[in-house]
């Protein structure tokens, strides 16, 4: 998947001047943005400042809490077909790609995570929404927190999905060595996306 490096991180640095300018404009505090979108008003104030790189799990909330689409909120710039304005955005070892551009309703997206570095410990983050994963290569990790501190941990392998309500604490990165490329549908909480599949009828039935 072609990127450039520096224009994804020139615009990740803009992220911050455009995300407060945006609660500016609606006249919204940090403090309702918070309630909004779960996170929490020091971490706004940080990604605001730059101080704080922003990741999917914080993008994917703010961008619909002000109403507009990832791909907007990160500036980045057409490529390709003019009707598809859409352009990979790479960080932290993570790149995504918006496939849709609305900001209402279910939003989609292909992401690819390098491979994890051993030393990086699991953070378990929540946010508001409902996100379903679908693993296209490699094995995906998700760990879930539990009630009491338990974790459960498990694998996804290519072809199995799965569904959670973003407010549980959870993870998700490479299970091994290797990249893992997965489909993300993420909605406000309520907004749950259904995978089904239907034998397909006998000839003569």
């Known amino acids: 998947m072609p990127h450039d490096e520096p ?3 020139h615009a990740l640095a803009s992220v911050g001047p455009r995300l407060r300018a945006l609660r500016q ?4 505090t940090l403090a309702e943005l918070s309630a909004a979108t779960g996170i929490s008003v020091s971490t706004l104030s940080r990604l605001e400042s730059g101080s ?9 909330p703010l961008a619909r ?3 507009v689409s990832l791909d907007e909120l990160v500036d980045a710039p057409p490529t390709g077909d003019p009707r598809v ?5 790479t960080v932290h070892g993570m790149t995504m790609l918006p496939l849709t551009r ?3 309703g279910i939003q ?3 992401i690819v995570l390098a491979p994890r570095q051993e030393r990086d410990e699991p953070e378990l983050r929540t946010h508001e929404g409902y996100e379903w994963v679908y693993v296209l290569d490699g094995r995906l990790r998700l760990i879930l927190g539990l009630p009491g501190g338990a974790q459960h941990d498990l694998v996804l392998e290519p072809g199995q999905a799965a569904e959670l309500d973003t407010r549980t604490p959870h993870w998700f990165g490479p299970a091994d060595g290797q990249s893992v490329e ?3 549908l993420f909605g406000k909480q309520g907004e749950r996306a259904h995978l089904r599949a239907r034998p397909k009828p006998r000839a003569g039935a």
């Open 85 to 89: 304005n859409l352009k990979p955005v």
């Open 182 to 184: 997965f489909l993300s």
């Open 108 to 110: 989609a997206f292909k």
């Open 65 to 67: 809490a002000h109403q």
């Open 52 to 60: 704080r790189k922003p990741t999917l799990e914080l993008l994917l």
């Open 25 to 28: 404009d609606r006249e919204t």
């Open 102 to 104: 609305r900001a209402e």
């Open 7 to 9: 224009d994804d991180e």
